[in-house]
């Protein structure tokens, strides 16, 4: 059973705290993705790591960093968090960067206060 | 996000009628025009697609109709049932790139 799976699923921060997001995925695909959603705006992207150690900048990357040391494994780091980074925060991967069809994660929705 | 527009932002239909959802873009560059289904609490998840050659692609109750004159296109839902209660976003993209451009989304409420 193909799926994407997010750690965790609910998650309370105190500004300036560190956090990490971790994404899992076990069908070998080679990009992954990072969005954030908001109500109103849609998803927006934040990272594309297109394999293990190779990761580009999406749409809206300040204030947030990631890492790929695993092609099944890929994190969301934000050092010291700020309020307006409360958000939905999801993964996505696809088998190659050619392939359409994107297959997301369940979310994590991360509180800040 | 700009580049993306939906209407209506909230549509609710009764059991049986037909829900139109409305998607217009900008990037005269987008070839490919999925459309993600989303349940509350879970991600998106690709209900259908069409790419720019086609005006027309229909699965089950399902149907998108593509204008690339006028660059827009609509998600129609045929004998829409309660299950089909969500919200729904345009995610074109450019074969360049296949970097997805969500809408903002319309959210669906199909009541029995």
């Known amino acids: 059973d193909m799926k994407v799976t997010q750690m965790p699923r609910y998650l309370i921060k105190r500004m300036g705290e560190n956090v990490l997001l971790e994404c899992g995925q076990d069908m070998s695909h080679e990009t992954m993705y990072w969005y954030r959603q908001d109500p109103g705006l849609g998803l927006q992207l934040i990272y594309i790591s297109y394999d293990v150690d190779s990761n580009s900048e999406g749409d809206i990357p300040k204030g947030y960093r990631v890492s790929r040391k695993k092609r099944e494994h890929f994190s969301l780091i934000l050092d010291s968090a700020k309020t307006n980074q409360t958000s939905v925060y999801f993964c996505a991967s696809t088998p190659g960067t050619h392939y359409a069809e994107q297959f997301f994660g369940p979310g994590t929705r991360l509180t800040v206060l | 996000q700009q580049q993306v527009r939906q209407s209506p932002q909230s549509l609710t239909v009764w059991e049986g009628e037909t829900a139109i959802l409305n998607c217009s873009y900008e990037d005269s560059t987008f070839n490919y025009f999925p459309w993600y289904q989303q349940f509350p609490g879970e991600g998106p998840a690709l209900l259908i697609s069409i790419r720019s050659v086609s005006d027309k692609k229909e699965d089950g109750r399902f149907t998108i109709f593509f204008n690339k004159r006028e660059k827009k296109l609509s998600l129609h839902i045929t004998d829409s049932q309660p299950g089909d209660s969500a919200t729904y976003f345009c995610?074109?993209?450019?074969?360049?790139?296949?970097?997805?451009?969500f809408g903002s989304g319309t959210q669906l409420t199909v009541m029995p």
């Open positions: 995610a074109p993209a450019s074969s360049g790139s296949w970097q997805l451009i």
